[in-house]
């Protein structure tokens, strides 16, 4: 990206403003998003648990203190669940319901985009980047997933967007970083922080003089004042209500612990574990991303392109934090992915208007290493290496940057809406298939149901079950720890799979009451001589 010596972008001549496509292009994002949103039942473990949490703000009334399973839960803060409940309350408590809000920040991240991308350079390379997470697969399952990621997504780049506001003039933009930066906080507590050390690195980059614009700013002071009216009386109302009961879960399990070691999570790996998470999750965008990133850096270091180098900051940081951090999980870099959608997007259409042969180089490069990845894109490739033979022999390098680079770029947008063909088609899990077959047959019971070993999966019983059945569960992952359930010659239910049926049965009685494939659900008592 050009830029003048005064280091703000210089204005390029643009590809041509034509706002109608832009809306089109949204509307069709819009339409993807919400298509069969609610077609797959809920997925264990978070999707769950935000479902029934917020479904028990309505069954308690309780907008303050959220509950599970009956419970006191202090794992979250409460927006996203709030939005939920809110969603339930209007259209009835199901699963389109309970993923609309991840769909809707998404929609509005796709909204934001087009101005995001005007800073950088050209609105097209916002626009480029929509069409890039529409074929990212991992981001448009996050989207159309029910947990909190796409929402603090959302939040941190309309945060980053202020901040792009305020280079450009206009101080107001502090304002919408202080409301982002508050509702990120309501939105997923620490994780929030991303939001002031990217922003804080991109003020001190901007040297001293920036600084001290900054600190005299009054919407800067303002925006602060904005964040903590949103962020802090949750927070004191709840350290009034349950004090270090409170705190101990929501920070020191849920932020300490998690930074320091690994819980709560079935992900291991080492400092390169997400290299090679986005390796799979990013495919097809992931090579075009690696050389992305490197053309970045060559024009920031070059041209000092404020915006881009924004970007480059925002990818950096939240890889290199959530490498630090010891619990490791593929969603909690799920902001890397716009911004490797906008870094790429500036590389093509820096090749389109400048015909900028090394990045096409780049993008015919990051073509054959998708080829390697899928056999199925071998075709699209070929054609593509013909294309580029045939316009370099024509000793064009001009043409055969545009040629090539637009070239690789269809293939791998083609490639990518493959791969997310099958979020569209409905889906089942066989625990979410009982739960509802037990709430049917047995609608008026209550009690809760003894999960043994694990039925389904490798991380346990989960919380999609409560969701459905509305009943909770206890969970006895080992055979020493079913006696503390049954104490009493009283039956209780249970679920467990039927490869366990010989162990569970080897000192308790079991009256099989349903089975759905691997699962049975019965009612079983302690043996008497036992």
């Given at each position: 990206m050009s830029a003048s010596s005064?280091?703000?972008?210089?204005?390029?001549?643009?590809?041509?403003?034509?706002?109608?496509?832009?809306?089109?292009?949204?509307?069709?994002?819009f339409f993807l998003l919400l298509f069969r949103l609610g077609s797959s039942g809920l997925h264990d473990w978070d999707e769950g648990i935000y479902a029934q949490v917020s479904k028990e703000i309505l069954q308690t009334g309780d907008w303050q203190t959220l509950h599970?399973?009956?419970?006191?839960?202090?794992?979250?803060?409460?927006?996203?669940?709030?939005?939920?409940?809110?969603?339930?309350?209007?259209?009835?408590?199901?699963?389109?319901?309970?993923?609309?809000?991840?769909?809707?920040?998404?929609?509005?991240?796709?909204?934001l985009l087009p101005f995001f991308g005007k800073h950088l350079g050209s609105r097209w390379i916002g626009v480029s980047a929509i069409l890039i997470l529409l074929t990212d697969r991992e981001f448009m399952f996050r989207s159309r997933f029910g947990t909190l990621d796409v929402l603090l997504t959302f939040l941190i780049f309309a945060s980053l967007y202020g901040y792009l506001l305020f280079q450009a003039g206009n101080p107001r933009g502090w304002?919408?970083?202080?409301?982002?930066?508050?509702l990120a906080v309501m939105d997923k507590g620490a994780a929030a922080v991303v939001i002031p050390v990217i922003i804080?690195?991109?003020?001190?980059?901007?040297?001293?003089?920036?600084?001290?614009?900054v600190l005299r700013s009054r919407e800067f002071w303002a925006g602060i004042c904005i964040a903590a009216a949103i962020a802090v009386p949750w927070h004191l109302v709840m350290t009034l209500h349950a004090g270090r009961a409170f705190w101990h879960e929501y920070m020191g399990t849920q932020v300490l612990a998690r930074v320091t070691t690994g819980v709560y999570t079935v992900n291991?790996?080492?400092?390169?574990?997400?290299?090679?998470?986005?390796?799979?999750?990013?495919?097809?965008?992931?090579?075009?991303g690696l050389f992305a990133l490197a053309f970045a850096v060559r024009d920031v270091l070059r041209d000092r392109n404020r915006g881009l180098r924004l970007v480059l900051l925002t990818a950096g940081v939240i890889f290199a934090t959530y490498t630090v951090v010891h619990t490791k999980n593929p969603w909690y870099v799920i902001p890397l992915h716009p911004a490797i959608a906008l870094l790429v997007s500036a590389a093509m259409v820096e090749a389109w208007k400048n015909k900028d042969v090394a990045i096409a180089g780049g993008a015919f490069?990051?073509?054959?290493?998708?080829?390697?990845?899928?056999?199925?894109?071998?075709?699209?490739?070929?054609?593509?290496?013909?294309?580029?033979?045939?316009?370099?022999?024509?000793?064009?390098?001009?043409?055969?940057?545009?040629?090539?680079?637009?070239?690789?770029?269809?293939?791998?947008?083609?490639?990518?809406?493959?791969?997310?063909?099958?979020?569209?088609?409905?889906?089942?899990?066989?625990?979410?298939?009982?739960?509802?077959?037990?709430?049917?047959e047995f609608p008026n019971d209550r009690s809760p149901v003894v999960f043994f070993g694990y039925p389904y999966g490798i991380t346990g019983p989960g919380p999609a079950f409560t969701y459905y059945s509305d009943r909770p569960y206890e969970w006895a992952d080992v055979y020493d720890r079913l006696p503390q359930y049954f104490q009493t010659s009283q039956s209780r239910p249970v679920i467990l799979a039927q490869k366990d049926l010989h162990e569970f049965e080897s000192g308790y009685d079991l009256k099989v009451q349903l089975a759905y494939k691997s699962l049975v659900y019965g009612?079983?008592?302690?043996?008497a001589n036992k």
């Open positions: 005064g280091g703000n972008p210089r204005r390029v001549r643009d590809l041509p403003q034509v706002k109608w496509p832009i809306v089109g292009l949204l509307l069709i994002s599970w399973m009956g419970r006191s839960w202090y794992e979250k803060p409460p927006l996203f669940l709030w939005i939920t409940a809110a969603a339930y309350k209007v259209g009835g408590v199901s699963e389109w319901t309970a993923r609309l809000p991840s769909a809707l920040a998404a929609c509005g991240l796709f909204c304002l919408l970083v202080g409301l982002s930066f508050g804080g690195a991109e003020v001190l980059l901007d040297g001293f003089s920036r600084l001290r614009q291991q790996g080492g400092r390169l574990y997400y290299l090679s998470t986005l390796q799979e999750h990013l495919f097809p965008w992931f090579f075009p490069v990051s073509g054959i290493l998708n080829m390697l990845m899928a056999a199925r894109t071998a075709a699209a490739i070929f054609g593509t290496v013909l294309i580029g033979v045939h316009l370099a022999l024509r000793k064009k390098p001009a043409a055969w940057a545009v040629g090539i680079t637009a070239a690789v770029a269809a293939c791998t947008l083609l490639t990518g809406y493959a791969e997310i063909r099958a979020l569209y088609r409905p889906s089942e899990s066989d625990i979410v298939h009982l739960s509802k077959i037990v709430s049917q009612t079983a008592t302690l043996q």
